[in-house]
């Protein structure tokens, strides 16, 4: 990280630009990774997800080269009501890869009462 804050210190193109950083911890993934999304290249409406899973080899802790479907996870308030308020300071796990979308419901939820598009990655 050093070396490319320098790099772009030295920059002349960009030495007068506002640049925001986004730092992340890596943490290696157990069992598999993936991503949900409510852009509006996936969805036109805010509740509706679109869910991908990349499975984690055992033996190198690193993805495989495929990915797979979580497909839909569409929020229906009228259905079940998730209060994802109760789990913002909790970690949130999953045992079994047949509730992955389920527990994905929750942080979709949450950005949903937040009426907000975003993309998570885990």
């Known amino acids: 990280m ?3 804050l320098k790099k772009i210190t030295l920059d002349m193109d960009i030495d007068k630009q506002n640049i925001p950083l ?14 949900l999304s409510n852009e509006r290249r996936c969805y036109e409406e805010k509740r509706d997800w679109l869910g991908e899973l990349e499975e984690i080899s055992a033996k190198t802790a690193l993805p495989d080269k495929f990915e797979i ?9 009228w259905r079940r009501k998730i209060s994802a308020e109760k789990y913002t ?11 992955i ?4 419901k929750i942080p979709a939820t949450w950005a949903y009462i937040r009426n907000v598009r975003l993309h998570y990655e885990w």
């Not at 300071?89 to 509730?99: D, V």
């Open 69 to 77: 479907s979580l497909g839909n996870i569409n929020l229906r308030n």
């Open 101 to 104: 979308s389920e527990v994905l």
């Open 22 to 35: 986004v730092i992340q911890k890596l943490i290696i993934p157990i069992a598999a990774k993936g991503h």
């Open 2 to 4: 050093e070396n490319c």
């Open 89 to 99: 300071n909790e970690t949130l796990g999953c045992n079994l890869s047949s509730l």
